[in-house]
């Protein structure tokens, strides 16, 4: 299965002695016509009904709503320390008019983060 799942998040950001404080507000599935209201995977492999399809994105919504929290409660209790530099992760920033754009790229050694290697 291949799927492209668009997702919004918002937070708020606040910077103190090199050390940034973010706390995710919203971490969600976008609901946009053109990316939400498919019914089957862009690649189907595994011959995913729609009513599947729909289970494993109500799954996943609910799995992201943990995430948020998870990362709220453990990751970024204690802000994060400049300069930035986590190898599971690629990060970009981009900024248009009155938005920032954070894009995570998940690198392989990812699974560091979750037995306590970070």
Not at 20 to 43: C, E, I, M, Q, W
């Amino acid at each position: 299965m291949y799927d492209e799942l668009r997702m919004i998040t918002s937070c708020d950001i606040k910077a103190e002695n090199d050390v940034v404080f973010v706390t995710f507000l919203n971490h969600k599935l976008d609901s946009d016509a053109k990316y939400g209201h498919r019914t089957l995977p862009l690649r189907n492999s595994m011959q995913m009904t729609e009513v599947e399809y729909r289970e494993f994105l109500s799954s996943w919504g609910f799995t992201m709503t943990y995430l948020k929290k998870w990362v709220n409660e453990d990751v970024f209790v204690n802000g994060i320390q400049f300069p930035y530099n986590m190898e599971e992760f690629y990060t970009t920033l981009k900024f248009k008019e009155k938005s920032m754009h954070l894009m995570l790229e998940v690198e392989k050694s990812f699974s560091k983060i979750f037995d306590g290697r970070v």
